[in-house]
């Protein structure tokens, strides 16, 4: 018995039949098999008076399709229209990130993103686990990540973009974690609706929450650091002893035996080099690592990360910036710094996945700023985000074939509570989903009306979405 679950992008090709099947059931009415003459991507969904059949080229087709079927049935009233479609997505990877470090977000209501995600055919949720504002995983014989790199005492109230001198902050501690018992669950959860789950362990910056715990993971194990309570980018990034490879390689074993999906994210965004600059202890290794700019130290990070996860069977994924130094050719690229750098990337000869922040960052501003509650960037609205350009043009066949996919990022600076993620993930997620299903290209108006139509999935799901108007 499947879950009944319910999605949104309208397939590539639908065939209107006349009439209704009239069921009570129509999971029960459902019958699904695989069919190897359908190519591994591709699902066929017939439904007619006698019931409804469901044909895919793998089990992976067979969640979209199931996906859709469920979307048809979701708000039908048991009169589902006759219909035949066959459909395939343009990109293997539909992503969602979720930064659930600098807000933790409850299990159940990622289980809640899950489940829409199911409803608009995305496959691959992005967990961003550890940040300089809170570590999320639990890791077996590092107690203290949790005890104390997964809280912080308070955090500062709106926007960090106003002077330092007028911050103030709640008084109020923030935390929590994710036991491995709860991951293992919400694996399986994701994988019964057809999502992979990919973690993010961010490395060798955003890292202030476990140096809060364990200090000797720090360039200077001397000072202690508390967990960050601004957001903004951290001076205090991992040093260099045998301590924080022999950390690392732990932390990545075990987060990698908890997801099974192929692939794991190292981050390696933004990760300032002052501290490298001022220890002695850096400088040393690099003279030992025979290598000659401080730089290149988070290349090492990038290499000594996937030689760990390589032995894991695993490649690693991880953001544009490591692209600056040294990385194994296989690494997979997440291009969030500006479109121009897609096309970089592919030229170089990376798979790479479209995660341009000013296209697909959902934590952007979606309106006036005026009118919102407080964000970050220029406003990324709804129709922004439909029609965006998201591919770089004119790339010949063999260079289009290393884009994976689309992703959508959810930063949680400014989203204190689940009601947010949801009001900045939503509608804009749809239109996303829609643009990495690779549905016919439509015109605004006509999905703005389509949407208007698709709302109340989204309310039979409890999402709390932004109203269109
Ligand atoms: C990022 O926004 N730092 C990936």
Not at 72 to 100: F, N, Q
Not at 451 to 460: E, K, T, V
Request: aromatic content about 10%.
């Amino acid at each position: 018995m499947s879950d009944p679950i319910a999605l949104v992008p309208l397939p590539q090709s639908v065939v209107w039949s006349e009439g209704v099947w009239t069921t009570n059931d129509p999971w029960e009415g459902l019958s699904v098999g695989l069919n190897d003459s359908l190519p591994p991507t591709e699902y066929a969904l017939s439904i007619s008076p006698a019931g409804a059949a469901l044909s895919a080229g793998s089990e992976a087709a067979l969640a979209d399709g199931r996906n859709t079927f469920a979307q048809i049935v979701t708000g039908a009233g048991g009169e589902i229209p006759c219909v035949t479609i066959s459909d395939r997505p343009k990109y293997a990877w539909r992503g969602l990130h979720l930064d659930v470090a600098r807000h933790f977000l409850p299990v159940e209501e990622i289980e809640t993103f899950i489940d829409a995600m199911a409803l608009h055919r995305l496959n691959v949720l992005h967990l961003h686990l550890t940040d300089d504002q809170g570590w999320r995983v639990e890791i077996k014989g590092y107690p203290r990540l949790t005890e104390v790199g997964s809280w912080r005492e308070q955090t500062l109230i709106g926007s960090m973009e106003t002077p330092e001198e007028t911050w103030t902050f709640d008084g109020t501690r923030h935390g929590g974690h994710y036991t491995q018992d709860e991951l293992t669950g919400l694996v399986d959860y994701a994988r019964r609706r057809g999502i992979m789950i990919v973690p993010e362990v961010d490395l060798p910056g955003h890292m202030q929450a476990a140096i809060a715990a364990y200090p000797e993971l720090g360039n200077f194990p001397e000072q202690q650091v508390g967990v960050r309570e601004v957001w903004g980018i951290s001076d205090h990034v991992l040093g260099v002893s045998d301590t924080v490879f022999d950390f690392l390689r732990d932390v990545l074993t075990q987060v990698a035996e908890i997801f099974p999906a192929p692939y794991l994210h190292i981050g390696g965004d933004e990760c300032r080099r002052v501290e490298w600059e001022r220890s002695s202890a850096a400088r040393a290794r690099l003279n030992e690592w025979g290598l000659t700019r401080i730089s290149e130290i988070q290349g090492h990070f990038t290499q000594f990360a996937s030689e760990v996860l390589r032995e894991q069977g695993k490649r690693v994924i991880a953001w544009d910036e490591v692209l600056e130094t040294h990385l194994p050719d296989d690494t997979i690229i997440m291009n969030w710094r500006d479109s121009a750098g897609v096309k970089t990337s592919v030229d170089r000869g990376f798979q790479t996945i479209i995660s341009t922040h000013d296209q697909t960052y959902l934590n952007y501003y979606q309106a006036d700023p005026k009118d919102e509650p407080v964000a970050l960037g220029r406003p990324n609205t709804l129709k922004d985000v439909y029609t965006a350009r998201l591919e770089p043009a004119k790339l010949p066949e063999e260079k289009r074939a290393l884009l994976l996919g689309i992703q959508a990022q959810l930063w949680s600076e400014y989203l204190p509570d689940p009601a947010s993620f949801q009001y900045m993930a939503f509608p804009r997620l749809c239109a996303l989903a829609e643009r990495a299903w690779g549905s016919p290209e439509q015109s605004w108006e006509e999905f703005e009306e389509r949407l208007r139509a698709h709302l109340p999935r989204l309310d039979a799901f409890g999402i709390r979405y932004r109203p269109l108007d």
